[in-house]
């Protein structure tokens, strides 16, 4: 072979072999730059799913709303008492918040009992269903709630204690299969309402709900932020149902209240 053709040959090989190896160079450095965008695509699509999810669940719950105290000094109109008497509820579930270390509840779960006490009363339901955490020798939610209604008057055996309420999942769970119940009127804040609800649904119980909106609480703005991944969460548990931490033999809503306590 001439040694111009030879010579040709192997610089066009050589320029080859480098045109291909700065190829592979340019990849790898490429390869960093199209993961993040990867990552941010996925991000995307995880938010749009979490809004998604968290859309559904307002939206399917919002019309079971029944009504909401939304000052301390708005009372339960006469009109939406009898719509709440004629759902025929067997209880009135108060979903349990923080109490103080003195044992009296918070400004949040002492407008969730007024406005349950307030049903009761009112003849909205004969039983109260009270449902909280009562995981911790130092710290009882369902007896601070249950000692503050005896408070207002409510007879012991009309009060029902579910020490195992942990969460909103466990306690619409519980309610469905320990205390057999059928319908209900659920208590809380209406930015809880709507996944409590769901989880009512969910299990098998018809429920309505009335929203204890009596004030702005503390730390709103978090909970609201929170809240919205609680729903998601629950969205995704109620389509597996996992047994709660707890289940335990029934104890009938139908019977007395005396037996939980």
Not at 30 to 40: A, E, K
Request: aromatic residues 10%.
């Amino acid at each position: 072979m001439p040694e111009k053709i030879r010579g040709f040959r192997e610089t066009y090989i050589k320029k080859g072999y480098n045109r291909s190896a700065m190829e592979q160079i340019k990849k790898r450095k490429g390869l960093p730059v199209r993961l993040f965008f990867m990552l941010i695509k996925l991000g995307i699509l995880l938010v749009i799913l979490a809004l998604g999810l968290n859309l559904f669940v307002v939206k399917s719950t919002e019309e079971k709303i029944a009504a909401s105290l939304d000052s301390h000094e708005d009372t339960l109109q006469k009109a939406e008492v009898e719509d709440l008497c004629n759902v025929k509820a067997e209880c009135i579930m108060v979903l349990g918040a923080s109490v103080h270390a003195d044992g009296t509840p918070s400004p949040m779960l002492r407008d969730r009992l007024d406005t349950a006490i307030a049903l009761y009363e009112a003849g909205a339901a004969p039983k109260l269903l009270f449902s909280g955490d009562d995981g911790q020798v130092s710290y009882n939610e369902v007896n601070a709630m249950m000692n503050y209604a005896m408070d207002a008057g409510v007879p012991k055996k009309a009060i029902f204690l579910d020490h195992a309420g942990f969460s909103t999942y466990e306690s619409a769970y519980r309610a469905k299969s320990v205390f057999e119940v059928e319908r209900m009127i659920v208590v809380t804040q209406e930015y809880h309402l709507y996944r409590a609800l769901y989880g009512c649904e969910r299990v098998g119980i018809e429920a309505v709900g009335v929203a204890a909106n009596q004030q702005r609480y503390r730390g709103q703005f978090y909970r609201d932020v929170r809240e919205v991944l609680a729903r998601d969460k629950d969205c995704i548990k109620w389509i597996f149902k996992p047994q709660p931490t707890f289940l335990g033999e029934a104890i009938p809503i139908s019977g007395s209240g005396i037996e939980t306590h």
